[in-house]
């Protein structure tokens, strides 16, 4: 409970237009702890800096809820671009994307334009032996997120496209066993987002243990699971769960966000886990930002310390 009045506070206070100016202009320094430069050529360099470690990367351009189609083309346009330039730097194109970057909710000739978009990025992922993850957003997303999932998932199939479940969310063991059909490639996450207490979980002991249960049962039913927290005790029972139920290392891997105990990505990646850093860049990065400050109180000092320095 405390948890969700601290963030809903940050949260609140970040989406004031005159903080976020502040923000923007005297904290871009702090943000580069989270955000891999604005350029995709920064980004790429850090996959190759995280390699040297033996962690691999999933590229995320930042932007969402992009209002206009113009706007969610060009996105489209340069997720597009990373993937050739990913490849073409020799690094596997495994991005990330939010179907609001791409125009979902926006109709265009009839079909929606967040599901064209995402066809035409998930159809070059295949081309050039690559991945896509359709990252969840808020929970009004979350539906059409599924179904265009599924589209997805049958048209390129499990090994080029994934999803994410929020652990916060009542629903999601409901949607997980709901897709087990498709065997889909999922990371499961807590969840990042403000939400209302009528849809998610308000206390954090509940969304932990609805956590360890979407992760196992995913992991039992033998599907590819990608655990994305940075939450030591989770980590630890993950080990053991497989171990006991003789899952073997292929079928998982440990996701952690760029510039987050970065020391466990390397001694998980050492113990031979695969590990993979989810790395932002970007102009749009204040949403971003906002939600890794919004986890986690020592973060504000952090920003706060960082912009008194200048
Ligand atoms: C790879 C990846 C992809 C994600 N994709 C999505 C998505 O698509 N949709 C979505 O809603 N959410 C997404 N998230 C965010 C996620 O929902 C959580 O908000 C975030 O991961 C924090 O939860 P946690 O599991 O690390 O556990 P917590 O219990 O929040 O944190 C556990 C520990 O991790 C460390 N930690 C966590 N957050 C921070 C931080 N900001 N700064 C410093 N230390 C921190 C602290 O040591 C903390 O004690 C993603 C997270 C990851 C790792």
Known sequence: MIDRIYRSTVLGVAGRKPIEQLVRTRAWGVAQRFVAGEESSTAIAAVQELAQDGILGNLDLLGEFVSSPETANTFAEQVLALQTQAA?????????????SVGQGQTVEGADLGLTNARRIVGQAKRLGGFVCLDME?????????????????????????TVLQSYLYRSEADRASLDDLQPNLRIVKGAYLEPASVAMPDKADVDASYRRLVYAHLKAGNYTNVAS?????????????????????????????????????????????VRAYIPYGRDWYAYFSRRIAERPANVMFVLRGMLKG
């Open 138 to 162: 808020d929970h009004p997303r979350v539906d059409q997120t599924l179904e265009q999932f599924r589209v997805l998932v049958n048209e390129f199939g499990h090994d080029t496209v994934g």
């Open 88 to 100: 073409a730097a020799g690094i596997r194109p495994y991005v990330s994307v939010k179907l609001s």
């Open 230 to 274: 940075h939450d030591e005790s989770i980590i630890q029972d993950v080990k053991h769960f497989v171990l006991a139920h003789g899952i073997p290392k292929t079928q998982f891997e440990f996701q952690m966000l760029y510039g987050i105990r970065r020391d466990l990505q390397r001694e998980l990646a050492q113990q031979g886990y695969t």
